[in-house]
């Protein structure tokens, strides 16, 4: 997992309140949600100091609407680098690398890892909550479903509001995986289909092979090899008439 630290890119933060007082903190708050505020806010004031030292002859209208556009070109390309920094989301899943998760969960979807990123590691959590019976989703899609359903009435009955994570577990500077583009995804998919058709015939292939010698009366030893994996494997030694069983490896109590 990658390490993405920032901070080196804080300018002094009496210069920030300045700057802010200046522009207004409405032009570099929308991207606080996709990478840290600072971060944001440190690039967006040094573009806009630079183009005000080399603009100076610019009408006042433009000068206005200057920080909205270095703003908006701005945040194209730091989310593209951005992006470029996360690892792509693996094939056959992955462990949380987070300290405090301690790898005792295997993922294999990145719908359940972006799930457990966003319900562990977001310190802030956005809740929608229906204006009728006051129920709190985390998917605005399913509130909408409740209100069609349940009160038969406007999917617009809700509001939105940020509330703490009481379950937070900071991140620190590892940054989460990210999912791939369509070729991306479809190689992943055909990666997994090959993993999984292995598994299948391997399978197939010990039972055969163990039912075989259960009917000739040769039945063969089981030997457990441990390991850290949600899935059984089973393969079959032929020169030891041994079938070897691959488990999860049991909790120590």
Same mark, same amino acid.
Request: charged share 55%.
């Given at each position: 997992m990658k390490n993405y630290d920032m !901070?080196?890119?804080?300018?002094? #933060?009496?210069?920030?309140?300045?700057?802010?007082?200046?522009?207004?903190?409405?032009e570099i708050l929308t991207a606080e949600k996709l990478i840290p505020s600072y971060y944001i806010k440190t690039l967006f004031l040094k573009e806009v100091e630079l183009l005000y030292k080399e603009n100076k002859n610019l009408s006042n209208k433009d000068l206005k609407t200057m920080p909205r556009k270095v703003y908006d070109k701005m945040l194209i390309a730091i989310e593209t680098e951005y992006l470029s920094t996360l690892e792509l989301w693996p094939a056959v899943g992955a462990y949380c690398y987070i300290e405090e998760c301690g790898k005792t969960q295997f993922v294999r979807s990145f719908n359940e890892y972006k799930s457990h990123f966003g319900s562990i590691h977001k310190e802030i959590l956005t809740l929608y909550t229906c204006q009728i019976c006051h129920l709190s &989703?985390? !998917?605005? #899609?399913?509130l909408k479903k409740h209100l069609v359903k349940d009160h038969k009435c406007s999917q617009n009955r809700y509001r939105c509001m940020d509330v703490t994570n009481k379950n937070f577990v900071d991140p620190k500077y590892v940054l989460p995986y990210r999912v791939g583009d369509a070729n991306e995804r479809k190689e992943a998919q055909q990666t997994r289909e090959k993993v999984d058709e292995?598994?299948? !015939? =391997? !399978?197939?292939? =010990? #039972?055969?092979?163990?039912? &075989?010698?259960?009917?000739s009366g040769k039945k063969p030893h089981v030997e457990?090899?441990?390991y850290n994996y949600r899935d059984e494997r089973l393969t079959f030694n032929f020169d030891k008439n041994t079938l070897l069983r691959t488990v999860m490896k049991p909790k120590k109590h």
């Open positions: !901070k080196n890119n804080e300018i002094d #933060q009496n210069e920030l309140m300045d700057y802010e007082e200046e522009f207004g903190k409405d &989703r985390r !998917k605005l #899609q399913i292995r598994k299948r !015939k =391997a !399978k197939e292939d =010990a #039972q055969e092979t163990r039912k &075989r010698y259960e009917e457990d090899n441990y």
